[in-house]
T-cell receptor
């Protein structure tokens, strides 16, 4: 059982380039999330999806977009990367959104924008 | 907005007890989570509290006081493998998790 997978594991990217971070879960969870984790700031929600076909903005959505074409996949796209997007990105999922529903996290993608 | 505060670092000796405090001021409250995160790894679920009181799970316990906006995570019989960051997270009225910056616990022999 894989749970949640993310790709790539790490990436160095030139500023201005477009980049898509991939996230796939095999738990048939309805809700999925993208966070970034920066030293001293903790995890911050970028975008979320409560169910396939719907998405919503989190705390820090600017410069990022997402899509949720099916239950399993939730890619995060940086249209034109900037150095401030250097961070560790975690994808997560939960059975449904909110309440006592534990979120399961992927292994993360370490992104460096130069 | 959400404001979640926890100490940055704590150090304790193997076999000892450590208490990690978390205070929060959020737009509504629908539960509080504690996650453990080892360096370079993903966060993993430890506990969930929505009612006041103590929830015990083996060596780990979590306490909640909603009226005080306060929680703590108690780690007993510390082991070297407990060296990690511990993240406090609150679900507000938007039903989304807001995380504190995390507390790094170092266990020394």
């Amino acid at each position: 059982i894989a749970g949640i997978t993310q790709a790539p594991t790490s990436q160095i990217l030139a500023a201005g380039r477009r980049m898509t971070l991939r996230c796939t879960q095999d738990m048939r969870h309805n809700a999925m999330y993208w966070y970034r984790q920066d030293l001293g700031l903790g995890l911050r929600l970028i975008h979320y999806s409560n169910t396939a076909g719907t998405t919503g903005k989190g705390e820090v959505p600017d410069g990022y977009s997402v899509s949720r074409a099916n239950t399993d996949d939730f890619p995060l796209t940086l249209a034109s990367a900037v150095p401030s997007q250097t961070s560790v990105y975690f994808c997560a999922s939960s059975e449904v959104s909110g309440g006592a529903n534990e979120q399961f996290f992927g292994p993360g993608t370490r992104l460096t924008v130069l | 907005g959400q404001n979640i505060d926890q100490p940055t670092e704590m150090t304790a000796t193997e076999g000892a007890i450590v208490q990690i405090n978390c205070t929060y001021q959020t737009s509504g409250f629908n539960g509080l989570f504690w996650y453990q995160q080892h360096a370079g790894e993903a966060p993993t679920f430890l506990s969930y509290n929505v009612l006041d009181g103590l929830e015990e799970k083996g060596r780990f316990s979590s306490f909640l006081s909603r009226s005080k906006g306060y929680s703590y995570l108690l780690l007993k019989e510390l082991q070297m493998k407990d060296s990690a960051s511990y993240l406090c997270a609150v679900i507000g009225n938007d039903y989304k998790l807001s995380f504190g910056a995390g507390t790094t616990v170092t266990v020394r022999a």
